[in-house]
Each structure stands twice: as C-alpha cells, then as structure tokens.
C-alpha cells in the first residue's frame, strides 16, 4: 500500500503540472506545412511521451526505479517466487475544478503490473492514459496522451530492456462564436507503435541504441476566413543510439528522410 500511496501522489502530481502548461492555451495552435519541421515534432512528441511529459508515466527514467526494486525487493521470497511477482497498482483520477472562468477537468487511469518468468522479476506491463480538458465560453481545448507498454529486462539486469507497444498523443483546439458556432479548430493527433526499442539506462540520460517506431499522424485545420482542411502522414523512426534517430515522412507518394538529435531537436536532411 506504501508504494500504491505513493504512485497516486506522483500520477497527481504529473496530471496538475499538465493542467498548468496547457491553461493559457484557447487559440487553435498554427498548423505547420513544412515537412522538415512536422518530421521533428512528430519524433520529439514521440519522446516526450515515452519520458513523461505529456503528464503520463516517464517510461525512460520510469524504468530505473524499477531495476531498484528487482535487486532488493521487499518481503521474503515464498517458495523462491519473488514477492512482487503480479503486483498490481490500479488507480483513477477524476477532477474537475474552475480557475476564473475556465473550467478544467482531468481524468487518468494507470495500471501497472510486473511481470516475471521462472519465478523471478523480469519486467513490467503498462497501461496509462491521461486527458485534459478545458472549457471556456469561447474555446475548448482537449489533450490526451495513452502510452501501452510491456517492459522487459534485456539482459542479466535491468541496466538495459526492451520495450514494445503503443502510445499516441492528441490534441483538438476549437474556438466558437458568441452564438456558439465553431469557427476555427486545430485537431492533431499522433499514433505510435514500437517494436523491439532497446533502452541503455546505464548512462545519466536514458538512450534508445535500436529499435524502430511506425506512426500515422492526422492534422486538420479550420479558420476564421479559411475552409476546414486535413492530411495523414504516415512513417517510421529508426533509433540508432546515441539519442539520435532517423524519420521518414511519407505524405502525398513522396518520403522525406531526416536524421533528429532527441535531446537537441536539432534536424539534419538526409541526402
């Protein structure tokens, strides 16, 4: 119950602190056409994600406090089953609250369950989504970010794993008029799987040294004096270690390939 207590704190945490960032947003976001800066920001939404900070589970420095758990867990072994086999967290968080006169809701579900072979600690099952909404009289503004993990130890300790499954983010901006009819919305929304990723937690900064990551990402646009407009983009991130990546945008029977620095966001044209 100790560590139950303790997660609902973290998961609280996170989901106000994502509350914070997003409260002065009530104008549709601009929608970018160059393909060199939605290839970055769909690589590095990707990571945000996987490190927490969309306000879901930090899966990269996550990680880590579980290597801690599995080299001293807690209670005795029964039968030389570790205790923690099958532990499960399960908890929500359903808040609304008024700031001035916008209305904010929150609502998160995480699940957590490790998962062991041969009766000894060897990963952990994830399953966290988190939405965000707030309300004014002339704006809605919606972000949502899901993240779907299985984690498993890579080698003989928790110092590298591997990591498959699904996250997404998305975010829809509406603004009405006074008689309550939309007149401008920016809809984005991201779609990962990933397949195989291997993470070194060994080194200060996680590092994702190989791996690969398909994506569909759909953008739709309305505005004031504009029609409502929309494409899908479809692609892959190949990591390569050193926090470097390779994205390949495919959009309209053309690819466009670009290598990006994770930490930097620095973009390089691959010729």
């Known amino acids: 119950m100790k560590h139950t207590r303790k997660l609902i704190l973290v998961l609280a945490a996170a989901a106000l602190t994502f509350i914070g960032c997003k409260k002065n947003s009530i104008t549709p976001a601009a929608v970018t056409t160059d393909n060199a800066a939605l290839s970055k920001q769909i690589a590095l939404s990707l990571f945000n994600s996987m490190s927490g900070q969309y306000g879901g589970a930090s899966l990269i ?17 029964v039968t030389a089953i570790d205790p923690y086999c099958g532990y499960t967290i399960d908890t929500t968080i359903n808040n ?63 110092n590298v794993v591997s990591i498959r499954g699904t996250t997404g983010t998305s975010s829809h901006y509406t603004t009405f008029n006074s008689s309550q ?8 929304d991201s ?27 759909t953008i739709k646009n309305l505005g004031p004096t504009t029609p409502a407009n929309g494409s899908t983009y479809t692609g892959t991130i190949e990591f390569s270690g050193n926090h470097m990546a390779k994205i390949t945008l495919v959009t309209g029977g053309s690819s466009y390939v670009n290598t990006i620095n994770l930490l930097t966001g620095e973009l390089t044209a691959v010729k």
């Open 61 to 77: 420095n996550g990680t880590k406090a579980q290597s801690g758990m599995s080299i001293n867990p807690e209670g005795p072994r």
């Open 96 to 158: 609304t609250s008024v700031v001035a006169d916008v209305s904010k809701s929150v609502y998160s579900h995480f699940k957590f369950i490790y998962t062991c072979s041969t009766h000894a600690l060897d990963g952990y099952i994830l399953s966290d989504s988190i939405n965000n909404t707030d309300k004014g009289a002339h704006f809605t503004n919606q972000n949502t970010s899901n993240q779907n993990y299985v984690v498993s130890k890579y080698g003989s300790d928790f």
């Open 181 to 188: 009819t939309t007149i401008g919305y920016n809809y984005t």
């Open 191 to 217: 779609q990962y799987t990933l397949n195989g990723l291997v993470v070194d937690l060994s080194s200060p900064t996680a590092n994702i040294t190989s791996g690969m990551a398909t994506f569909s990402s």
